[in-house]
């Protein structure tokens, strides 16, 4: 048996026009992507003027080697939780001049008013 050539995957547009996409994607790969990432089109992380910082193998790499999602054997609950030092605080002592107030003239007690309901309030207050 003879090996056929992998096959190119063709996508017509609604245009009708046939596309590419492997080789749309080749020919974009050191393009800026669109977004906030700061990545190109292949993955590498780049810097100032589209410069590549730090290639896609190596942000893979690091990603794969941070084990997530791995159970801890003791619960969180059970974990020793370190006591929090109080902070030393320095208080200065500031002189305040005394002055003379007035005494206060004695309370009376006021009756509350209570304003009549208007609105949903009003509609809702009779019903339970």
């Known amino acids: 048996m003879v090996a056929r050539a992998p096959r190119k995957r063709m996508y017509k547009t609604m245009q009708g026009r046939m596309v590419d996409i492997e080789k749309l994607r080749a020919a974009n790969e050191s393009v800026q992507a ?3 990432m700061n990545v190109n089109a292949r993955g590498d992380v780049l810097g100032a003027g589209g410069s590549v910082v730090t290639p896609k193998e190596t942000v893979i790499k690091k990603y794969y080697e941070q084990p997530k999602g791995m159970v801890s054997d003791t619960p969180s609950r059970g974990k020793a939780m370190p006591a929090p030092q109080p902070k030393a605080v320095e208080t200065k002592k500031v002189a305040t001049p005394k002055v003379a107030t007035p005494k206060a003239a004695p309370k009376v007690a006021q009756k509350k008013t209570v304003a009549p ?3 949903i309030d009003a509609a809702l207050d009779g019903l339970e």
Request: net charge positive; charged share 35%; hydrophobic share 15%.
């Open 34 to 36: 669109v977004g906030n």
């Open 117 to 119: 309901k208007k609105g």
